[in-house]
T-cell receptor, first 110, second 115 residues
Framework: RKEVEQDPGPFNVPEGATVAFNCTYS??????FFWYRQDCRKEPKLLMS???SGNEDGRFTAQLNRASQYISLLIRDSKLSDSATYLC???????????FGTGTRLTIIP | DAGVIQSPRHEVTEMGQEVTLRCKPI?????LFWYRQTMMRGLELLIY????????DSGMPEDRFSAKMPNASFSTLKIQPSEPRDSAVYFC?????????????FGSGTQLSVL
């Protein structure tokens, strides 16, 4: 089983819609969680950290479910500029190694 | 700050040749990471350094791969001899380590094609 698993998509969503995708992780000792965004032919960039209590940043909401070992990302009122690949990232306590999922590709359709 | 700088942006070489990728981390960052990205396997951590010291190289695929960090502002990843299956995008990233929520800053990557 992979350490971090994501549905590769693609998710094709009309502009203005709400879209959500999950990511599961296998190591119950994982402590830190992140969502990174990667545009086509570009480097990954941090979108947001995921906190135990869940957190929101504008149209983006991240949730953590430790019992089921998954994190989620919800995008409301999607924009064309949200089209990208979203990478789920997990880190274990005391360890600098960030493990990346293979990404979920999202395309927002006009 | 210019961010993490990688060179070259693109490298095309023939099987058996030596390839050297270069990285300049963000000034003040004390951790440096080398990742490889392919469609099939996604982003894989090859090796990372903390304060110029290699901490974990378990991701280095085989002895053909080596990495060095002679000082805080420069690192290299070398493949010798290169093989077609090494074709991928190689990213360097840096961070300033504090607790566990450090943010990784990636360079623009080196697209390597081994023919």
């Amino acid at each position: 089983r992979k350490e971090v698993e994501q549905d590769p998509g693609p998710f094709n969503v009309p502009e203005g819609a709400t879209v959500a995708f999950n990511c599961t992780y296998s190591n119950s000792a994982s402590q830190s969680f992140f969502w990174y965004r990667q545009d086509c032919r570009k480097e990954p960039k941090l979108l947001m950290s995921v906190y135990s209590s869940g957190n929101e940043d504008g149209r983006f909401t991240a949730q953590l479910n430790r019992a089921s070992q998954y994190i989620s990302l919800l995008i409301r009122d999607s924009k064309l500029s949200d089209s990208a690949t979203y990478l789920c990232v997990v880190n274990n306590f005391g360890n600098e190694k960030l493990t990346f999922g293979t990404g979920t590709r999202l395309t927002i359709i006009p | 700050d210019a961010g993490v700088i990688q060179s070259p942006r693109h490298e095309v070489t023939e099987m058996g040749q030596e390839v050297t990728l270069r990285c300049k981390p963000i000034s003040g960052h004390n951790s440096l990471f080398w990742y490889r990205q392919t469609m099939m396997r996604g982003l894989e951590l090859l090796i990372y350094f903390n304060n110029n010291v290699p901490i974990d190289d378990s991701g280095m695929p085989e002895d053909r791969f080596s990495a060095k960090m002679p000082n805080a502002s420069f690192s290299t990843l070398k493949i010798q001899p290169s093989e077609p299956r090494d074709s991928a995008v190689y990213f360097c990233a840096s961070s300033f380590r504090r607790a566990t929520n450090e943010k990784l800053f990636f360079g623009s990557g080196t697209q390597l094609s081994v023919l």
